[in-house]
């Protein structure tokens, strides 16, 4: 069974503000992404990672970083909040064989105010 | 420019009855087909892929079908059921990327 997990579920924060995204893993696997979502629109993929110290930018231009210090852990942070960046935020993990499945977190919905 | 499409953004159907998902893409390097499903606050689940090399897969109630021709694939649930009501997203996985490019989903709702 796939255990992934993020952290918190819901955030309402004020502009300015500095947020990390919490998300871990406990399958051991090596590449871990972070998505973006809108409601009625696609996942759009931000950050990801192959591995320890590896991360990559993604499809979709984002003000976040992310850090892989750890195989389990891929947290993401805003350094400074703005409403834009209201969304839902996935975490997805996958062991890169085929047919490729990636596992999903329950997602952060963040609200910026 | 959006590779993967669904352009139905809803579909209502009768329980009992099928329910057919649709999707189209335009690169055709990809590689392996997947389709999500997702219930609110929750985070997509995995249904059923396809490898670019098949035209059909079956699993149990789903049936997945490539068209590589026509760049098409479709989702079929046979029969539907209540809990089968959720957004169900398409993705494809580009050769050789190790990533996923999603459709935009479309909300299924079955109806007792």
């Known amino acids: 069974e796939a255990d992934i997990y993020q952290t918190p579920r819901y955030l309402v924060i004020g502009t300015g503000k500095k947020i990390t995204l919490e998300c871990s893993q406990t399958?051991?696997?090596?590449?871990m992404y972070w998505y973006q979502q809108d409601p009625g629109m696609e996942l759009h993929l931000i950050h990801y990672s192959y591995g320890v110290n590896s991360t990559e930018k993604g499809d979709l231009s984002s003000e976040s970083t992310v850090s892989r210090i750890r195989t389990e852990h891929f947290p993401l942070t805003l350094e400074s909040a703005r409403p834009s960046h209201t969304s839902q935020y996935l975490c997805a993990s996958s062991d890169g064989m085929v047919p490729y499945e990636q596992y999903f977190g329950p997602g952060t919905r963040l609200t910026v105010t | 420019d959006q590779q993967v499409k669904q352009n139905s953004p809803s579909l209502s159907v009768q329980e009992g009855r099928i329910s057919i998902l649709n999707c189209d893409y335009t690169?055709?390097?990809?590689?392996?087909f997947l389709w999500y499903k997702k219930y609110p606050a929750e985070g997509p689940t995995f249904l059923i892929s396809?490898?670019?090399?098949?035209d059909k897969n079956e699993d149990g109630r789903f049936t997945v079908f490539l068209n590589k021709s026509a760049k098409h694939l479709s989702l079929h649930i046979v029969p539907s059921q209540p809990g089968d009501s959720a957004v169900y997203f398409c993705a494809a996985q580009l050769q050789g990327a190790q990533k996923l490019v999603f459709g935009q989903g479309t909300r299924l709702t079955i109806n007792p």
């Open positions: 396809i490898s670019s090399i098949k």
């Open positions: 690169n055709s390097m990809f590689d392996y």
């Open positions: 399958m051991g696997h090596d590449k």
